[in-house]
């Protein structure tokens, strides 16, 4: 379906409407009628009953007609993204002139659930939205907004994610997949960064059907039948390419995949000619793996030493000492794989430890997310619960912000 708008969609919506404010006012009623008017049988429309009658009714579509249009206006903006600009404050003016005050019940009271509604019923039958898909919604400024906000202590991944993601989406004919490795300890934002690029590039989030999770250990846990996953993971794959023009994969525990594995879904990351196609498909695929954490950490723990801000790490020094760690590991590792060696891989992520700052910080995020209060005391003693190491130093959280949301619960009331 294009973008055109359905003549019958827009008569519905005015149906709508009609029945809905048809009706009039709740606990408005018509003027009072002398006893004797019931002999005398209707009152003439010229009477004075008749002309009072008339310019309500007159006032009440007038009014409905309004909010029609109000309505319709909403509905615009939501599906075809049309007309979302502000209502000018004079034409405003002149429509309430015109309209007068709508009888007995205005847009919050009906509500925008029933256009949320409606609009998302229009859009599953097809492409309706500026992605040409309305599963997809690349909000990269959300995406943006909420790294800066609620991912801590990892400038390098915030700059590296939206300034990759931003360009390939950009970018009108993509000539290959865009590949991420997200590479730090447990707990350190990985898992936190590929839920909120899900959560900002489509609309259903890890539940949209252009999204898909595998998971090392759950999906893959045993060697002996990585031939019957190799088919697998490659039909699973080809079908969500196939059905959504921008598809995003990822894989957890990434450095216990078989090599196999990461063999059959070389194809989908590999140059590829877009040139014929109207719409190019578009593929992102996550790796996020616990490789290269101890090299990252040292990198920090040295910057710490010589009393530098860890802000002052480049991505350049970080990815060519994990690139190099991550080619020498062990045979039939992730490592391994021709990925790194074909240079699939266009960014190499990494995700520094965390600090007690940042622990707190996440502290703070939890209680926010469940509604309670907190204090910087509370935030303290949920901090001094983690572990952090090194053992002399005590400056890397273990744990990074993983167990963070649990422990919260000792000082709930």
């Known amino acids: 379906m294009g973008r055109g708008r359905p003549g019958g969609l827009g008569r519905c919506v005015l149906v709508l409407l009609l029945l809905l404010g048809g009706s009039g006012s709740p606990g408005t009623r018509p003027p009072p009628r002398e006893p004797w008017a019931e002999e005398q049988g209707p009152v003439p429309e010229r009477g004075p009953w008749g002309r009072v009658r008339y310019e309500a009714v007159k006032k009440h579509l007038g009014a409905v007609g309004a909010l029609s249009r109000q309505y319709w206006r909403y509905l615009a903006c939501k599906v075809w993204q049309e007309g979302c600009e502000e209502e000018d404050e004079e034409e405003e003016k002149q429509r309430e002139r015109e309209a007068g005050p709508i009888p007995g019940w205005g847009f919050p009271l009906v509500g925008q659930d029933y256009l949320e509604i ?23 400024t959300g995406l943006e907004a909420d790294l800066s906000g609620q991912l801590h202590g990892q400038h390098l991944a915030k700059d590296v994610v939206v300034r990759a ?14 590949v991420l490795s997200f590479h730090g300890w447990s707990g350190t934002g990985k898992n936190f960064v590929a839920r909120m690029m899900a959560s900002h590039l489509y609309r259903d989030g890890l539940k949209s059907d252009c999204v898909r999770v595998f998971v090392s250990l759950l999906h893959f846990p045993h060697h002996n039948y990585v031939d019957s996953y190799k088919v697998q993971l490659q039909r699973q794959i080809s079908e969500t390419v196939q059905r959504c023009g921008q598809a995003l994969l990822i894989f957890d525990e990434a450095e216990k995949l078989h090599s196999s594995l990461l063999d059959a879904i070389k194809p989908f990351m590999a140059q590829h000619d877009s040139q014929g ?33 860890r802000e002052e790490i480049s991505l350049e020094l970080l990815e060519q000492r994990l690139r190099l760690e991550l080619q020498e590991a062990a045979e039939n590792s992730y490592a391994h794989s021709h990925l790194l060696r074909e240079n699939l891989i266009d960014f190499v992520v990494p995700f520094l430890p965390l600090e007690y700052q940042h622990v707190k910080l996440c502290a703070r995020d939890a209680f926010l997310a469940r509604g309670f209060p907190y204090t910087e005391a509370t935030l303290d003693e949920v901090a001094q619960m983690m572990v952090f190491v090194p053992k002399e130093e005590k400056l890397f959280s273990a744990q990074g912000c993983k167990s963070v949301p649990q422990r919260i619960n000792y000082f709930l009331p």
């Open 118 to 140: 409606l609009s998302a019923w229009y859009c599953s039958f097809g492409k309706c939205c500026e992605t040409g898909d309305c599963r997809i919604t690349n909000n990269i």
């Open 277 to 309: 196609q109207a719409d190019p498909q578009r593929s992102i695929f996550l790796f996020l793996s616990n490789l290269g954490g101890n090299t990252i950490n040292e990198v920090a723990l040295d910057f710490w030493r010589a009393g530098r801000a």
């Open 165 to 178: 993601v931003r360009g390939f989406l950009q970018s009108p004919r993509p000539q290959k997949a865009l």
